[in-house]
């Protein structure tokens, strides 16, 4: 099949807009795309420092790409990695030195922090005390302290995550279904800044994981694509098979959820206004009580080792 915009053979059929796509076509449509979406976001100024949350997956590994795409060409911006090492054996070494090898190649400054230098447990340690509790619980909560932690040590301005149109829309989907209004409200790209956390851009928003995951082909991008062991138990995964199936039979779906969240979510934010914010008397992050939800956790583990049952 031909590509609908020229007479190149297609490499790609875009079923939401019914064009078949060669591969400069598609990487033109690709790249306007996340330059309009970064443009919107607002949050790339003159002297900007910014860091890429980068696991060496394929949604962050292209997000890093096309960002450093964007900034090396400034000399008034800097592009900074941060690889969060959560502790997953034969897991995340793999994906730790792509990541390295990704930054070197390109001179981009790569930090590391892991779980058990931040937070006292690795993941498999955490899975070990605690297995009737689904893993993700604590991994993502403990991934956002380290990402913040190490954003404001190197001075970041804001930073950069590599979640596509599906996890948005998962997202969207999970809270309406919990009823949690109010986390829908603070759901990124963040607009309101507050004190102690670094302000978040999603560059690869509007782009399906399936185009994220072309685009790393076709440019040739070294990408980690094992799955992680604990995600099995990820109640996430629901939602992803329901979107998948919804997408088949009517493409666009992903996109609509997309779109109509934007438009509620002005009217979201009046409701939800943006919380005052304390330090956590035991590790000083931003929270609403007096310990944050990873001190929370810590401290639960903390007893579980204590007292197992």
């Given at each position: 099949m031909d590509c609908s915009k020229c007479s190149k053979?297609?490499?790609?059929?875009?079923?939401?807009?019914?064009?078949?796509?060669?591969?400069?076509?598609?990487?033109?449509?690709?790249?306007?795309?996340?330059?309009?979406?970064?443009?919107?976001?607002?949050k790339f100024k003159p002297g900007s420092k910014v860091a890429i949350a980068l696991s060496g997956g394929?949604?962050?590994?292209?997000?890093?790409?096309?960002?450093?795409?964007?900034?090396?060409?400034?000399?008034?911006?800097?592009?900074h990695a941060i690889t969060v090492d959560e502790g997953i054996e034969g897991y995340r070494p793999e994906s730790l030195k792509?990541?390295?090898?990704?930054?070197?190649?390109?001179?981009?400054?790569?930090?590391?922090?892991?779980?058990?230098e931040m937070i006292g447990w690795t993941m498999d340690e955490i899975a070990g005390v605690d297995p009737e509790t689904i893993p993700c619980t604590y991994?993502?909560?403990?991934?956002?302290?380290?990402?913040n932690r190490e954003a404001k040590e190197i001075g970041a301005d804001c930073l950069a995550t590599g979640l596509n149109l599906d996890d948005t829309a998962q997202s969207v989907l999970m809270n309406f279904a919990r009823g949690d209004i109010e986390k829908l409200?603070?759901?990124?790209?963040?607009t309101r800044v507050q004190k102690g956390l670094i302000p978040r851009i999603q560059p690869l928003r509007v782009i399906p994981e399936k185009e994220t995951y072309l685009f790393s082909m076709l440019r040739n991008i070294e990408v980690h694509n094992a799955e992680c062991p604990y995600s099995e138990r990820a109640f996430r995964g629901k939602f992803r098979d329901i979107l998948y199936d919804l997408e088949k039979h009517s493409p666009g779906t992903k996109h609509g959820i997309?779109?109509?969240?934007?438009?509620?979510?002005?009217?979201?934010?009046?409701?939800?206004?943006?919380?005052?914010?304390?330090?956590?008397?035991?590790?000083g992050e931003p929270t609403l009580s007096d310990h944050c939800k990873a001190c929370v956790l810590i401290e639960r583990l903390e007893g579980l080792k204590v007292n197992p049952s």
């Open positions: 053979p297609a490499v790609t059929f875009i079923r939401y807009s019914g064009n078949h796509l060669c591969e400069e076509h598609f990487l033109d449509f690709f790249n306007r795309r996340v330059k309009k979406e970064i443009r919107r976001q607002g394929k949604d962050s590994t292209v997000a890093a790409w096309v960002l450093n795409e964007l900034i090396s060409r400034r000399r008034d911006m800097e592009l792509m990541a390295r090898d990704f930054c070197e190649e390109r001179e981009i400054p790569h930090h590391v922090v892991s779980f058990k991994c993502g909560v403990f991934r956002r302290q380290c990402l409200a603070r759901m990124g790209p963040h997309l779109s109509t969240y934007d438009s509620l979510q002005p009217a979201l934010q009046q409701v939800f206004p943006a919380a005052n914010l304390k330090e956590c008397k035991r590790c």
